[in-house]
Nanobody, 116 residues
Framework: QVQLVESGGGLVQTGGSLRLSCAAS????????MGWFRQAPGKEREFVAQ????????DYSDSVKGRFTISRDNVKNTVYLQMNDLKPEDTAVYYC?????????WGQGTQVTVSS
């Protein structure tokens, strides 16, 4: 059983930055590809980014490529999402999940609100 807890969300102005963290409870965390998803009001949950256990393979959605950076620390059992140049359309609840291809585990989500 893996428990995921996100943190780091908040209110930021357009062009600002936030860093999300997702802490995992289990030592098996390092074996999982980890992913970030988001869900805006009235929209379906969408993929944002993913990172393999070794950190060597990383993918982003086109909407965040060049602005967001995913990383992980397998010693701290934590995956991060650095979000720069935030836009109002990035407003959503952000979730981490493992594994992102067919998630077995989800965090509770953290709200990110970008004001214009």
């Amino acid at each position: 059983q893996v428990q995921l807890v996100e943190s780091g969300g908040g209110l930021v102005q357009t062009g600002g930055s936030l860093r999300l963290s997702c802490a995992a409870s289990a030592r098996t965390f390092s074996r999982y590809t980890m992913g970030w998803f988001r869900q805006a009001p009235g929209k379906e949950r969408e993929f944002v980014a993913q990172i393999t256990w070794s950190g060597t393979n990383i993918d982003y959605s086109d909407s965040v490529k060049g602005r967001f950076t995913i990383s992980r620390d397998n010693v701290k059992n934590t995956v991060y999402l650095q979000m720069n140049d935030l836009k109002p359309e990035d407003t959503a609840v952000y979730y981490c999940a493992a594994p992102p291809s067919s998630p077995e585990y989800w965090g509770q989500g953290t709200q990110v609100t970008v004001s214009s």
